[in-house]
């Protein structure tokens, strides 16, 4: 399969494009912000996580002509009925804001006995904008809500992720130990797999 080695990232999140730009350089991609093309955000109207990452790979490959990689990803959690889900970035409304995200959930969470919860992660790669066979993995991390956050990594929602297992929250790992289990990392993986 031959395919340009550059790509574009549909995000603009610096977190994001460190995790992946570490992975996807072991298979030779430099993957590229979409704001270097001026390639403005695009909409997220559906439900479900892989219609939202689809849509964003499909405009930002549209946008540049480049193939293009997209991620959908949010924390489910399990007494909310997998709120936020899709609208983690925007839970609390605009602007988006790490802070009153987490300030909503954990105040929402507040009477729930059961605080189980994942994150949930899906790629969408496609080699263009009207690829009929997009590149598709996902990945999913289990853990438990906090009530208080702890670590100074990571972003969002991980300050309060806990791995019962490990004893930390997502925001506690070092990033390569982050990109070795998360939910991303797994994805991200097995999308590796599939390209190579």
Avoid at 7 to 16: E, Q
Avoid at 33 to 48: C, N
Avoid at 54 to 61: G, P, S, Y
Wanted: proline residues 6%.
């Amino acid at each position: 399969m031959l395919m340009s080695r550059t790509l574009v990232l549909a995000s603009n999140n610096a977190g994001k494009l460190k995790e992946f730009s570490s992975l996807l350089a072991q298979i030779d991609f430099e993957v590229r912000p979409q704001g270097e093309f001026d390639v403005p955000e695009a909409e997220e109207p559906y439900l479900t996580f892989v219609e939202n990452a689809l849509a964003k790979a499909r405009h930002a490959a549209r946008l540049t002509g480049l193939p293009a990689l997209a991620d959908d990803s949010g924390v489910c959690v399990n007494a909310l009925g997998g709120a936020p889900g899709v609208l983690s970035a925007r839970y609390a409304g605009e602007p988006k804001s790490d802070a009153e995200n987490n300030r909503k959930l954990v105040a929402e969470l507040a009477p729930h006995a059961d605080k189980s919860a994942y994150y949930y992660c899906v790629l969408v790669f496609v080699r263009h904008a009207d690829d009929p066979q997009p590149v598709i993995a996902d990945g999913r991390w289990n853990g438990v809500i906090i009530d208080e956050p702890r670590g100074a990594g990571g972003f969002g929602y991980d300050p309060y992720f806990l791995l019962p297992e490990q004893g930390k929250t997502a925001a506690e790992f070092s990033a390569a130990e982050k990109n070795a289990i998360s939910h991303r990392g797994q994805a991200l993986r097995a999308l590796v797999e599939k390209l190579r």
